[in-house]
């Protein structure tokens, strides 16, 4: 079953979808319904609350249920494990991932692929996620989103 709750964000609405093992969405949009809450939504609304109050909040203390390919899988772990207020570019994780896959190299494009199709933004980081020269890239909220993500963790962008 799919749970599907509101939040009032200081970014404007949200709205946060679960299944019984996770979160699994959460979209820059007020939810066209909503149903009863679960624990999983519960948790991510606590961890959204203690975020936006300027807190650091452990993404590992919300149950996720990604769904994606091997290599999104592989890159939305690795953006879990960005620290708040840090950034790294796109060519970064494009040779971290080239290593762990054994490859001699990897597209800034392909990261870019997988960033830009993570379902649930701002627990699962994808805004600390920069072009080269700590450059604004695009984000699936749009960069005035992003911009003002960066901005609350005090995290440096160009």
Aim: proline share 7%.
């Amino acid at each position: 079953m799919e749970y599907i709750a509101h939040y009032d964000s200081p970014l404007g609405p949200l709205t946060l979808s679960a299944d019984e093992a996770g979160l699994t969405g959460i979209s820059f949009a007020a939810p066209e319904k909503v149903t009863d809450d679960n624990a999983v939504l519960t948790q991510a609304k606590r961890w959204l609350d203690a975020y936006f109050r300027g807190e650091t909040p452990d993404p590992a203390s919300v149950s996720l249920s990604l769904k994606g390919t091997p290599f999104q899988l592989l890159i939305w772990n690795r953006l879990l494990a960005i620290p708040y207020g840090e950034s790294v570019t796109y060519g970064e994780l494009a040779r971290e991932a080239a290593q762990y896959l054994g490859k001699r190299a990897m597209s800034a494009q392909a990261i870019g692929g997988a960033v830009g199709r993570n379902p649930i933004p701002i627990l699962v980081p994808c805004h600390r996620v920069l072009g080269a020269g700590n450059r604004l890239t695009g984000y699936s909220g749009g960069l005035d989103i992003k911009i003002r993500l960066l901005t609350h963790e005090g995290c440096p962008f160009r």
